[in-house]
């Protein structure tokens, strides 16, 4: 057998690995900083918890770690090989410098420096155990004598950084550092007791990696993107799928999968990437973030941590249930009942931004839970929240998942939650009277009553006609006397204003659209009256066309608009694009120290001036602490943190009271996550709303 001289590659166990008292990791400078968030390190402690808790046979597997030896010249170009590594001094001279894996060692050591500092006065035998993977003696240049350095050499930029951390020697006046190094480490501090630390290592002894080390003559860089780069990554519901099947037997896998599986990808079709994140909004009211993320696999995950066979097949009968109502909502012509099919159809004008809400309400319909006429009248509520938000400029997103917490509390809060994000009657009638009508065809056909065909396409055969042209030329004449030409330019101007709005549109059978293209209003007059659609054949009686007749015309069909798509309820609040607490997100490169991320917060009927999630964070705590501390402390409790009954570790806190304190280290996203999830457990979520300033809205 011919073997690879460049490239040597060994199973290791990870802790046994870093244990080594020879071992030295020094991070390159072309390397990218530290970037897991809280998110990622609480699925890595989830993990260890897990295969903790297994048979002692099982281990868990973190992938593979790139290193090459500090021969930095040969991979770099470098004459000097210590000047690709920072920090490095005559000692590192046989270490590994890290190409791939700095993300998961650097976590994995912060993790295990957590547990250390937690237990180094009581447990000192297992402490030991601990620092020996942290820590290793290194001779100091300057003095010549031993000092203890971390085993992991982040590059210049962060080393000092990391050390502090690790070696829990923070100078004075740093309890204020921002650093992705010291809120996971908070994290880890925060979430395992000293109680819990021994079975945490073991989980950790568990883990196992494929070590990869290159020879002065391999291409790191070849090597780094052909483990990084080649294949296509696994979608979202291939993640699912594995997830489902792992660990079963091949009987049991092979059941699952023509009972379950299968129906649903048959029903679902190439739209089962959407049918998954849209069934984890539903039953989770929660919205799932899928740009640059793993987003739905995560939730599904979340939502089911635990699948043993019996429990497994009770929740596929209920997502095969449901993929068979989504396959409804992709095609209504399966519907056999005529007016939900058209309801159905309708809705589909707007996109699959409310199936999350119509995919259970229709479910509930076919099991006798929700009678046809109930139905109905969601889905035209549905129909005209987003049409009357679309015509007064407010985005649809990020509004199914309020709605689908509103309907799981019962009694009239979805209709409360409708009233209050559906634009009022004033709002729309300024919006049809002055900007382009969205959806034409399907609010003309509406208001003409054109009716759906037992089978085939709705408005078939129709045409949206402009009556005042888009680009009128200059013989165009809306009166038979006087010409485009001869229009002054305000005239010109406000007729092209309002071409494109409710008063000037409508819809005309494709033979008669083909002869009134571009015609003046006297010869279009013959066509219109040949029409079968009232609002257009209507047009018929009148003599000439301008912008009084667009703004008369407008005014009638405004009222028939707002008969047809109501605004439910009685209204609350005209809303203004507030978002609930639950929906908020943190913005992605929100310029830190220059704009306001938010306008204010609404905390149940009081107006907050809180203009970022830190200092909601704080006012949020404070303020239930005082009016609801039985619910703060369960949370805290549960989620080990943020409040907690001592100073515990150096870092930046606040006091809540002379025995307990508020952390106040942590990132952003863990921040926005804590403050819903204490509002959830107050009871008072539903509440809380926020209105992101400009720039919040648009990063």
């Not at 002894?205 to 070590?211: D, F, R």
Request: glycine share 8%; aromatic share 10%; charged share 25%.
């Amino acid at each position: 057998m011919v073997t690879a001289t460049n490239v040597d590659a060994t199973a290791v166990n990870t802790i046994a690995w870093l244990s080594d008292p020879g071992t030295t990791i020094v991070v390159p400078v072309y390397q990218r900083q530290y970037r897991w968030d809280i998110g990622g390190c609480e699925q890595l402690l989830g993990d260890i918890r897990s295969v903790a808790r297994s048979d002692d046979g099982q281990t868990h597997f973190i992938g593979s770690i790139l290193s090459t030896a500090n021969t930095a010249a040969a991979s770099t170009g470098d004459s000097n090989g210590a000047s690709a590594i920072d920090g490095s001094s005559s000692s590192d001279d046989a270490a590994l410098v890290l190409i791939d894996g700095q993300q998961r060692i650097t976590t994995l050591m912060l993790l295990i420096a957590a547990l250390h500092h937690t237990v180094r006065d009581e447990q000192p035998g297992l402490a030991a155990e601990l620092e020996r993977v942290l820590v290793r003696e290194t001779a100091d240049r300057a003095s010549g004598t031993l000092r203890p350095r971390t085993k992991l050499r982040p590059h210049r930029a962060w080393a000092e950084v990391f050390e502090s951390v690790v070696l829990d020697r923070r100078e004075p006046g740093e309890e204020l550092r921002e650093s992705r190094f010291d809120d996971n480490y908070a994290f880890f501090r925060s979430q395992v007791r000293a109680e819990e630390v021994p079975a945490i290592w073991r989980g950790l002894q568990k883990l196992e990696h494929v070590a990869i080390t290159l020879g002065a003559e391999a291409n790191a860089q070849q090597i780094f993107e052909s483990l990084n780069s080649t294949g296509e990554p696994l979608r979202d519901h291939e993640l699912i799928h594995n997830y489902v099947l792992m660990g079963l037997s091949h009987a049991e896998q092979s059941e699952i999968e023509d009972e379950y599986w299968l129906p649903i990808e048959q029903n679902t079709g190439e739209s089962i990437a959407s049918f998954w994140r849209h069934y984890l909004v539903m039953t989770t009211g929660r919205e799932v973030v899928v740009a640059g993320e793993r987003g739905v696999y995560d939730a599904f995950r979340q939502e089911f941590p635990r699948l043993d066979l019996a429990t497994l097949r009770r929740h596929a009968a209920e997502w095969r249930e449901f993929s068979a109502a989504y396959r409804v909502l992709l095609d209504p012509a399966l519907e056999p009942e005529p007016a939900v099919a058209q309801q159905l159809g309708w809705l589909n004008t707007f996109g699959r931004g409310m199936y999350p809400l119509i995919m259970r309400a229709y479910r509930d319909r076919a099991q006798g839970l929700l009678d046809t006429s109930s139905f109905v009248a969601l889905a035209e509520a549905l129909q005209s929240l987003q049409l009357r938000r679309t015509i007064v400029g407010l985005t649809n997103d990020r509004l199914v998942a309020r709605l689908c917490r509103a309907r799981a509390e019962g009694g009239d809060g979805l209709e409360r939650a409708l009233s209050r994000i559906t634009p009022s009657d004033e709002r729309v009638k300024v919006g049809l009277k002055y900007t382009e009508l969205p959806h034409a065809a399907y609010v003309l056909g509406r208001l003409a009553g054109v009716p759906a065909p037992a089978g085939g396409t709705w408005l078939a055969g129709l045409e949206i006609e402009h009556v005042v042209p888009l680009a009128p030329g200059d013989s165009w004449s809306g009166d038979g006397v006087r010409e485009w030409a001869d229009y002054s330019d305000d005239e010109q101007n406000s007729h092209r204003a309002l071409a494109e709005t409710l008063g000037n549109l409508a819809l005309l059978e494709h033979p008669l659209a083909e002869r009134a293209f571009d015609q003046s209003f006297p010869a279009k007059l013959g066509l219109y009256a040949a029409s079968e659609v009232p609002l257009t054949s209507e047009l018929a009686s009148l003599e000439s066309w301008g912008t009084a007749a667009i703004a008369a015309r407008t005014v009638e069909l405004t009222r028939a608009f707002l008969a047809v798509w109501k605004r439910p309820g009685t209204a609350l609040i005209d809303d203004d694009n507030l978002t609930p607490i639950l929906d908020a997100v943190r913005r992605r490169g929100w310029p830190r120290g220059w704009e306001r991320e938010f306008e204010y917060v609404e905390y149940r009927g009081e107006h907050w001036e809180v203009y970022d999630v830190k200092y909601l964070f704080n006012r949020v705590f404070k303020r239930l602490w005082a009016d609801a501390r039985p619910a703060v402390v369960a949370f805290s409790e549960r989620r080990g943190g943020p409040i907690y009954d001592a100073r515990a570790w150096t870092g930046h806190w606040d006091e809540l009271d002379e025995t307990h304190f508020l952390y106040m280290g942590w990132d952003s996203k863990y921040m926005l996550t804590a403050v819903q999830g204490v509002l959830e457990e107050a009871g008072i979520a539903s509440e809380v709303f926020v209105k992101y300033s400009y720039f919040g809205a648009v990063m």
